[in-house]
Every structure is written in structure tokens, then in C-alpha cells.
């Protein structure tokens, strides 16, 4: 079955202390990996899309990596208003459109 | 307009109520999705249009729930006869390309239906 979990469910980090999320995924011919930041009563907002095992891409404090089974979310040197909880999602293998998400993982840096 | 735009925000029904939630995708965007998220969860999909036509209606919980893009832009999301597990957020999205591959979609802020 095809399936994203995503670890710690929550983090607690103090402003300026980096960290990891890490999301883990069993999906057959991985086609897309997308991580997604939700804030409290919005919608899913975009970050990243990965294609293929060692690809990385950056936005300001946060890097995400991927290998043949999971995805990190590094985020360097924290803030206050990177608070928010972060999605992870892996296109469907028979759609081009639909995609699986996780749970998640609720963040909240502590001043 | 700027985003997607879902209305109402919020929701209470009664139990047995119907109840219909509207989404205005961004303008000339192509594809449209509904996505169910349940407290603590992550979205889960519910159906795909492609303008006018729905192409995939394979997450929709039962035939309670119905909808439809009779233009190819906004869309309506139709619960006839709601029950208290229906209560979650429903998220429209939209993109300005078949399916999602190589691109991002655009979510709304969502509806937040509570069923009491």
C-alpha cells in the first residue's frame, strides 16, 4: 500500500536551534515528493517538489534532500514564524494528479 | 482573484442537514481538486476536474457527497444528509495544468465543516 509517514508529529525547537523532519514514503516508481507548510486555519502553502534520490532544493532557512525511501526537511537556525506544521506528499503512481499526503509534523520555535 | 477562494469558512450542521461548499479557483486555471482533512491529518483526495469534467471521483467517501464544475470554474462540493464523520476541513486546490506533475497547486484556505 502506497503510504507517507512523517516523524517526530511534533518538534519543539528553541530559535536558532536546527533540526530535521523526516518523511518516509513506500510508494511504487516514486514520481514526485512535494513538501507543503500549513498554517493554522490555511490552506497547504508549496515549498518543494523533489524528483529523484540526491536532489536537493533550498528556501532561505529550510533544505530538503532525498533518498530512494525519505525525504528530510532540514531547517537551519530557526524562527518564531517557521511555527507551523509541515506536510510531506508523494504523487500517486497511477495519477498524475493526485497526491498522498502525511500527517505531518507541527513545529513551534520557541522564542 | 489573487488565490483560491472558499466559501463559507465555516460550517455547523445539523446531522441530516445537506450542505453545499464553493470554491473559486484561480482564473484560467485548468485543474481543480477537493481534498478532506480531518483533525491532526493530512488532506486526503476526494475528486479531480479538468475544466468542465470530472476525471476522478475515486476518493469521495459515499454517494452522499457529489461535485461539480459545470463551467470549468468554480466548483461545488455537495454532502447530502451529513454525519458527524464528515466534520473536517475541505480543501479545494487548483493548478494551471492537467494534473500536477512538474508544479505546484494553489490551496484555498479551506472549509471548516462541523456536523453536530
Known amino acids: 500500500e502506497d503510504q507517507v509517514t512523517q516523524s517526530p508529529e511534533a518538534l519543539r525547537l528553541q530559535e536558532g536551534e536546527s533540526s530535521s523532519l523526516n518523511c518516509s514514503y513506500t510508494?511504487?516508481?516514486?514520481?514526485?515528493l512535494f513538501w507543503y507548510r500549513q498554517d493554522p486555519g490555511k490552506g497547504p502553502e508549496f515549498l518543494f517538489t523533489?524528483?529523484?534520490a540526491g536532489e536537493e532544493k533550498e528556501k532561505e532557512r529550510l533544505k530538503a534532500t532525498l533518498t530512494k525511501k525519505e525525504s528530510f526537511l532540514h531547517i537551519t537556525a530557526p524562527k518564531p514564524e517557521d511555527s507551523a506544521t509541515y506536510l510531506c506528499?508523494?504523487?500517486?503512481?497511477?495519477?498524475?494528479?493526485?497526491?498522498?499526503f502525511g500527517s505531518g509534523t507541527r513545529l513551534l520555535v520557541r522564542p | 482573484g489573487a488565490g483560491v477562494s472558499q466559501s463559507p469558512r465555516y460550517k455547523v450542521a445539523k446531522r441530516g442537514q445537506d450542505v453545499a461548499l464553493r470554491c473559486d479557483p484561480i482564473?484560467?486555471?485548468?485543474?481543480l481538486f477537493w481534498y478532506q482533512q480531518a483533525l491532526g491529518q493530512g488532506p486526503e483526495f476526494l475528486t479531480y476536474?479538468?475544466?468542465?469534467?470530472?476525471?476522478?471521483k475515486s476518493g469521495l467517501p459515499s454517494d452522499r457527497f457529489f461535485a461539480e464544475r459545470p463551467e470549468g470554474s468554480v466548483s461545488t462540493l455537495k454532502i447530502q444528509r451529513t454525519q458527524q464523520e464528515d466534520s473536517a476541513v475541505y480543501l479545494c486546490?487548483?493548478?494551471?495544468?492537467?494534473?500536477?506533475?512538474?508544479?505546484?497547486?494553489?490551496f484555498g484556505q479551506g472549509t471548516r465543516l462541523t456536523v453536530v
Open positions: 510508494v511504487s516508481g516514486l514520481r514526485g
Open positions: 476536474f479538468q475544466n468542465e469534467a470530472q476525471l476522478d
Open positions: 486546490a487548483s493548478s494551471p495544468i492537467t494534473g500536477i506533475s512538474n508544479t505546484e497547486a494553489f
Open positions: 523533489l524528483y529523484s
Open positions: 482564473s484560467g486555471h485548468v485543474s
Open positions: 506528499a508523494v504523487q500517486a503512481p497511477d495519477s498524475s494528479y493526485k497526491l498522498i
